[in-house]
């Protein structure tokens, strides 16, 4: 049976952000969901989320400055970043800095899923 956690959505993309919603709860998760990266470093720093997925480039941060403010603050979270783009140089970066998994758009379900299980199995 698959350990279920609390999970951090955050993308630019509503039909995303919906869809995945949706499909994470169905699995038992709890999702919290937002388009705002600033909400979601305040909610990161006021809650215990076990996972956080993120798109990597979203509106007033990108996924390096993420990395940096929640490692700041003391965030051990995982953080699965989702990019629109196969950016080689944005993957090893992200994944230097501790980044738990980067996934390319459009995201495959079975891989998204193996993801979040792989991680709750650490947070749980």
């Known amino acids: ?17 919906w869809f995945w919603t949706d499909r994470l709860e169905r ?5 919290v ?14 809650n215990d989320f076990d996972l956080v997925i993120i798109e ?3 509106p007033g941060m990108n996924g390096n400055e993420f990395m940096k403010e929640i490692r ?3 965030i051990d979270a995982p953080v699965v970043f989702v990019a629109s783009h ?5 993957y090893m970066d992200l994944m230097n800095r501790g980044a738990f998994e ?3 758009k459009p995201v495959e ?8 299980e792989r991680a709750m199995e650490l947070r749980v």
């Not at 699995?27 to 999702?31: L, T």
């Not at 379900?109 to 979040?116: H, N, T, W, Y």
């Open 1 to 17: 049976m698959n350990k279920q956690g609390t999970i951090l959505l955050a993308d630019k993309d509503d039909e995303f952000r």
């Open 27 to 31: 699995e038992g998760h709890r999702v």
């Open 33 to 46: 969901a937002t388009n705002d990266v600033k909400i979601v470093v305040d909610m990161i720093s006021d």
């Open 56 to 58: 990597e480039l979203m």
């Open 72 to 74: 700041k603050r003391g």
């Open 86 to 90: 196969g950016d080689v140089d944005a």
């Open 102 to 104: 980067y996934i390319n």
């Open 109 to 116: 379900e079975e891989k998204i899923l193996s993801v979040v």
